[in-house]
Structures are given as C-alpha cells and as structure tokens.
C-alpha cells in the first residue's frame, strides 16, 4: 500500500485537461444557447484564428424514433444537446474536443499531425509495476477534480431556462461515473415518482456498443492528460471460462472484505472510494435527478447473486456464437431483438439460440449480475472500476465482429430505433459530439488495437511480457550476484593454488599420509564425467 501511495503522491501534477465544459455552465451560455469556448493556443472561440474549428449551428438528425419512447419535449436528453445549446464548435482536420484544443483519437502532436496505435491489454499480463500504475493512476483520478467539466444537478426547467445554473465539481473518474447515469437514468416526467423506465440512451439498443466505445477512449484520454502517460491504455478482463472474479484482489481491483464478503477488503484503495449517483430509486421517489454528491461506499460480492437470472458466467463457446450472427441489429432494435449481435453481446439475446428477451441474462449483462453490488445497478455500475475492464473486453468483442463481417455503413440503423440510437443521433451527454455511426468502425480506425486479435507470434510475445520485464528488473542483481559468485571462485581458486605452492612437494604417492582428506579433482577428468548432465 505505501508504494500506491506514494505512486499517487507522485501523480498529482497538473490539473486534468478534461460533462458540461466549466466555460459552459455559465447562465450567459446557457441563454444565448451557445458552447464555444476559446481554444488557450491563440484565445479565439474553437481556436478558429488558427484554423482548428469554428462555431456553427448543431446539426440535428429528424429521422423518426422508435415507438418505445411516446413523449416529446419532456426530457433534456431528447435531440442532444438542443435543449442546452444549439451551437458548439465544429473541428476541423485531425482536431477535436469542445475547444478543438484536442486531437481525433489516433492522432498526437501540437499540430495532431503523428499517427500512433496504442495497444489494450489482458490486464493479467501486465507486469507487476504496470498494474501498481494502473491502480495509482485510478486512485489518482478520483482524487483530483476535474479543471474542465462539470456535471449538471437539475433539469434545464429547474435550472428556469438557464438562468440559474446547476451544476456541481466532481473528480475526473466521476466525470464519467455521472455521464454513464445520465445517458441511462429514467425520464421524469414530472413530480415525485412519475418516471419513464422503457428508455435508455446508451443502452438496450443499436448504440449500446458505439457509445460506450467513445466513452472508453474519452476515458483514456482524460487519464493520458491527467497523468502526462501518453502511453496509458486501458486493460481488459477476459472473463471467458473464468470460475470467479480473478481481478478481485487487492493487487487489481479489490478482495472481498474478511469482515463482511459485500464490501472491498480493506488491503485495496478502492475501499475507501464513496459512490455517486448510486440510488436510482430515490432519485425516482423524488423525481429528481443525481445531486453528485458522494454516498455509499463501493459493494461487490462475486458469485452470490440470482442464479435464476445468471446461471454462470459467460463461456467461449457463447462468445463464439455471438460472433458467427451475421446482423447487427434486428426487429424493434431492443431487448426482444432476435439473432441480433447487438442484443446477444449486449446480453438479453440467449447466447445459444440468440432469441432475445431471454430468461436468462448472457455476456455483458451476466458479468454485471455476477459482481453482485454497485455493478448490478445500471445507472450506477461506472462507480466500480471493473467496469473499466469488462467494457473494454465487451468492446474487443465488437471489434472481432466488424473484422470478421465487415459490416457497411448502412447497417447501422438511421431510422425507427429506440430514441437516442439512430445514426445521426448525438450521444448523450457527450460535449464534444458524436454520432453514433461514428464509432461503427474499427478500432484501428481510431487508434487503438487489442492484445487478442494481433497474430499468434505477436500475442506470444505480448503474454511473456511481464515475465521479461520482472527479468528486466532483476538483472542487475543477477549480474552483482554472478560478479560475486565469480570473485568468490576466483578467491577460492588463488586460495588452493597458494597453498599448494607452500606444502612441500612430494611424489604423488605420498600426499595421502599428509592430507587427512582428499581435494576435489576439480580439473581431473576421468572423475568429471557426467556432472554437468545431472538431473535435478
């Protein structure tokens, strides 16, 4: 614990360049409807002096809705970001970012102009220093509030059209703990208790796995500034085949507690984190939304959950299943889709048959089942750092799909999907935008590429890596050590050889009177065969 902790210490550099932009949430832009901040390299809105971006009206898709959502104009949500701004900076090039002060992923450099490829890796492979900054560099995001964004409180209505803002300071990770309840919170519709379930802008539909890809690499990138780790990638959690959760231990993400099996064991940092945005319910009664202020701590209790609901965790042979269905998304483009890989990934399609509203949970839903805690919650899974994991192995798992079918563009859905899910349609509550048909390309395409889909001799040696690094770390001791062994020999062989030279020399014959015990014959060959094939 103590190198965690000093490890953390060392982190705090600068504040995160970072979900509202803080230069947003003011009640002058909130009026005017307008998020275009300037961009710090020359002062000018969206860096538009430099040529990286300028601010233009929002562009808003008007293909129909799917029918699972009846209302218009009662949530904030609807035709992001309209009801908060209606203008926002538009990058050009290889610029992005609410400023345009940031590159497109993939890209780095003052001018965005050097195309990298970052690797994400089974984080059993890391190496023991590379899991410490792992945990530290989590840790370290917790604790440092975001310089960037903010994260609204109150509706707009409440907010009285802007007038009087609602927003509050989170750290960095709770950033994205918030964003992941707001894009999955229910509708209010008005008043204690008066919600709408039947809607989800990230989820139970076509944009479930688009989302949360550019939510992972927003994530990624928060921690790379935070940390000043232009090399940071987030592992994954191959959970295939796995008879327990083999990440819970306080080396990664938390053993159970010896005192009581739903919370974290003390011996982990993340024991100590406190929950946001955690109890829907409540939210719900009052007919109010998440005020960000900190709550419970962290629960999980793998494998003593609703066996009714999960009956294991997922299995190779349901991962490969789900991979050979050859459509994206099916039917009504929800839960009750059939042979969809969409529903069947997402896990409420049956990962034998692929007929959905399955019974039982599959894939990435039974690993939220399976924690059995803060994880179980939709709206409130994010708070556990698992969920960077398991969502990063769901997103290898898109990625082997769009390889292996090479799906075109078209068969992402434009029209007629569950509110939020339709092609042209922002990503809530995403600033800057994207739309969803954006993230229905390849990883490679955005920079990034995973350990399992390189080839064979790649992924060997990527395995090993650990193992050579901790080599890596010992060698200087095994050279000092070997130096000294050869000393010592070295010191032993003039010690013989001088007192060899001091005894009176006599034929061979007579040395076994004087010496009450006969030298090794190091050099005498007759007697050396066969010790250096010894077996051990």
Not at 330 to 340: K, P
Not at 343 to 356: A, H, I, R, Y
Request: hydrophobic content about 35%.
């Amino acid at each position: 614990m103590w190198l965690l902790t000093l490890a953390t210490l060392l982190l705090r550099v600068a504040p995160s360049h970072q979900q509202f932009p803080r230069l947003c949430a003011t009640a002058a832009a909130l009026r005017t409807k307008e998020c275009c901040p300037p961009w710090d390299g020359d002062g000018s809105p969206c860096g538009a002096s430099s040529g990286r971006g300028f601010c233009q009206d929002v562009e808003f898709t008007h293909q129909p809705d799917g029918p699972q959502y009846p209302f218009i104009g009662l949530d904030d949500r609807e035709k992001w970001p309209s009801v908060f701004y209606n203008r926002t900076c538009q990058c050009v090039g290889n610029f992005m970012g609410f400023s345009c002060a940031d590159c497109k992923y993939g890209y780095f450099g003052a001018k965005c102009s050097e195309r990298r490829e970052s690797l994400r890796r089974n984080i059993l492979h890391l190496s023991r220093s590379e899991r410490i900054r792992l945990v530290s560099y989590l840790n370290l995001a917790k604790q440092s509030v975001s310089s960037d964004y903010v994260v609204a409180t109150g509706t707009y209505e409440e907010m009285e059209n802007g007038s009087n803002p609602m927003f509050a300071e989170v750290s960095v990770y709770d950033v994205f703990v918030w964003m992941h309840y707001y894009v999955s919170r229910n509708a209010l519709l008005g008043g204690p208790g008066n919600v709408w379930t039947n809607v989800d802008f990230g989820h139970w539909a076509p944009a479930f796995l688009p989302w949360h890809r550019a939510y992972l690499l927003h994530w990624e990138r928060e921690i790379r500034k935070l940390t000043g780790d232009l090399t940071f990638s987030i592992p994954y959690w191959d959970w295939r085949d796995a008879q327990g959760c083999d990440v819970c231990t306080d080396e990664l993400m938390g053993a159970q507690s010896p005192q009581d099996p739903s919370f974290l064991s003390p011996g982990s940092v993340f024991s100590s984190w406190k929950t946001l945005c955690s109890t829907p319910e409540d939210y719900n009664n009052r007919g109010v939304l998440c005020d960000a202020r900190q709550e419970g701590p962290l629960r999980r209790n793998p494998g003593n959950h609703n066996r009714n609901l999960v009956e294991r965790l997922p299995t190779s042979a349901d991962v490969a299943f789900t991979l050979s269905l050859t459509e994206y998304d099916t039917g009504a483009m929800d839960r009750s889709s059939n042979m969809s890989f969409r529903n069947t990934v997402e896990g409420f399609g049956d990962p034998k048959t692929g007929l959905g509203n399955s019974s039982r949970l599959g894939m990435h839903a039974a690993i939220h089942v399976f924690l059995n805690g803060t994880m179980s919650s939709v709206q409130a899974s994010a708070n556990d750092p698992i969920f960077l994991l398991h969502h990063t192995f769901v997103d290898s798992i898109y990625e082997q799909w769009l390889r292996r079918h090479r799906p075109p563009p078209s068969q992402y859905p434009d029209s007629d999907a569950p509110i939020g899910h339709n092609g042209g349609y922002h990503m809530v509550p995403f600033l800057p935008l994207h739309r969803n048909r954006d993230y229905f390309i390849s990883s490679k395409d955005l920079g990034y590429e995973y350990s399992n889909l390189l080839d064979a001799n790649q992924r060997l040696v990527e395995s090993m890596h650990p193992y050579l690094e901790e080599l890596q770390d010992l060698w200087p001791w095994l050279l000092l050590t070997g130096v000294c062994g050869g000393v010592a020999s070295a010191a032993t062989a003039a010690a013989l050889l001088m007192a060899k030279r001091r005894l009176p020399r006599l034929p061979v014959g007579r040395w076994k009177g004087l010496l009450p015990e006969r030298l090794p014959l190091l050099w005498d060959r007759d007697e050396d065969k066969g010790n250096y094939q010894t077996a051990f």
